[in-house]
């Protein structure tokens, strides 16, 4: 067998944690503070050229650095309070700075989230961001807590930003250019769900934001939460239920399973809950404002499966998102 | 007055904290854990092309991009516990990772540190680690606590890693090879002061480490600690007492001084400590193992100043490093 690219990465970084404070995170890593909270730290990296066009609005840049980062808080259930900003610019570019920070501050500040150091280096165009939040102690939402029985749900719609990088790459075209535009906006001023993430603590009982498409992401969940429960789970997804924006569902049948299940970049909330909490999921979603959808369910057995409106599983292989292959 | 580029950019970042709990640090910054610790945090990038040679070894490299975010640590009194790593490369080359993880791994293990989380990405080959480290509460060492009177300390010796190189650009020759190779070992595998940054706690009054030459970095503590006791304070240097190794004492008396004082990459600690404390100075870097001198003394009145041996001030500037001016 061989191995993966990114497994080949874990076998190099991957060791058990030797303090218990300190346990290997998951979505993020969380640390113990004061006053029965735990800080919940983690760090995304953007690269010119790939997670962005080198020409990219630098207002927006600001605000995606920080929302891929809040999507992975958001994950955990955690309030954002922090964060380090190391930036590595091919020159001081006094527009492109003040843009920048512009976009940042613009979603920091809607966290009150404050700048606690970083590093400025010159080189490439990248930013690595790394963030702090805080959940109440034993609450924070892992992806290890799913059982067999509970529903899937994820918020929002799926696609959209796959839409709009294939519509830049010419491989797709949408409906109408105001669907184009909303499917731009999901790709470069992702809103992470922050207040969903923490609306869902007590009543979800696992959570993965989907940053490398649904399959993917809901995979992981799968995978963690079979470790912890030691017995093999696996999910159904009903493809008529993905929730689709305007733009996808008008795209071919094919895509439109494309986009919502390896797309990437969603920064959407995949979640599970016992089916009696259903009542509370929504009640949830209605207290952060962002609609949130029943997808399929967790099942005993193995895979992720996704099957259409007859019943019958779909064979063919979605392509997950991998930044090494694409 | 024209801002210089650092100033600019931190225009653009430099914000007043919000919580109380999440202070703006130093060479840390400082977080609330339990039981009477707190949690010092700091991030460094290292960029391919600027920080090191595209060629670099790796397990040095690995070794490097700990070393330097260890030595913030060093400077706070920190006791290392964990680190995240965004890892940006190229491709993903196993002999490179399975080298740059075992440099890593070599100085993670000797600080017991777990690596908690963080990111792989494809692109230009950059590092960005975040490390954290406990130190007992109020005992971190700051920049700001520097007073008139208190003596300027400076661990091991400086200008090794400028000496090194500027004869890699073929600037500067090493009066032996061997001189040489212990510069280069100075530049690609420095050792942080962690052992003596905890042992200091209680006894100097600032820190630094010394990143970016030991006039610019001694230039923020007597600047922060200026602010702190609302009153201008100033630094003498005594040049004759600089520590230096046998290669850089066998340049010529101008670099001597331009590698000493404004050479970057030292990752010695600059530290500052009452008079009276000298021998708790000298017993602490005895318990360190690692050699300490005393280099001068803070002032009432601005500015650091350099004294040659008949006390005359030298006049002459030393560039101070600045990775957009190299």
């Known amino acids: 067998v061989s191995l993966g690219e990114f497994e080949l990465i874990d076998t190099y ?6 303090h218990a404070a300190l346990g290997v995170g998951d979505d993020c890593a969380l640390l113990e503070t004061p006053s029965g909270l735990q800080l919940a730290v983690s760090c995304d990296t953007l690269v010119a050229g790939r997670h962005f066009a080198p020409d990219a609005d630098a207002r927006s ?58 590093d400025t280096t010159s080189g490439p ?13 034993g609450q924070a939402l892992l992806r290890s807590g799913a059982r ?22 010419g491989r797709l075209s949408a409906a109408t250019p105001a669907l184009l535009d909303a499917a731009r906006a ?22 993965v934001d989907v940053s490398d498409g649904l399959l993917a992401d809901l995979g992981h969940v799968v995978e963690a939460s079979s470790r912890a429960a030691g017995l093999r789970l696996g999910a159904r997804i009903d493809a008529g239920a993905l929730p689709l924006s305007e733009g996808v569902a008008a795209l071919a049948p094919t895509w439109q399973l494309d986009c919502a299940l390896a797309g990437g970049d969603d920064y959407e909330l995949c979640f599970t809950a016992p089916a009696q909490l259903a009542t509370a999921v929504e009640a949830a979603a209605g207290t952060a404002g962002v609609p949130v959808t029943r997808i399929g369910r967790i099942e005993a057995g193995g895979g992720v499966q996704v099957l259409q409106a ?11 998102f991998d930044h090494f292959l694409s």
């Open 61 to 118: 840049l600001g605000h995606k650095a920080l929302a891929v980062n809040l999507s992975d808080l958001a994950a955990c259930g955690a309030r954002p309070s922090a964060f380090l900003l190391a930036l590595t610019l091919p020159r001081v570019d006094e527009v492109f700075l003040a843009a920048f920070a512009q976009g940042l501050w613009a979603l920091a500040d809607l966290y009150a989230m404050d700048l606690i150091g970083g």
């Open 148 to 169: 067999a029985g509970d529903d899937v749900w994820v918020s929002g719609t799926l696609g959209d930003a796959r839409l709009a990088l294939e519509a830049q790459r």
């Open 125 to 137: 165009l990248s930013m690595t961001i790394t963030v702090f939040g805080e959940v109440p102690r």
């Open 310 to 320: 007859d019943g019958r599983r779909i064979e063919r292989e979605f392509g997950g």
């Open 13 to 18: 970084f991957r060791r058990p944690a030797r």
């Open 186 to 207: 999901r790709l470069d001023r992702p809103s992470p769900r922050v207040a969903l993430g923490q609306a869902l603590r007590g009543v979800a009982s696992a959570a």
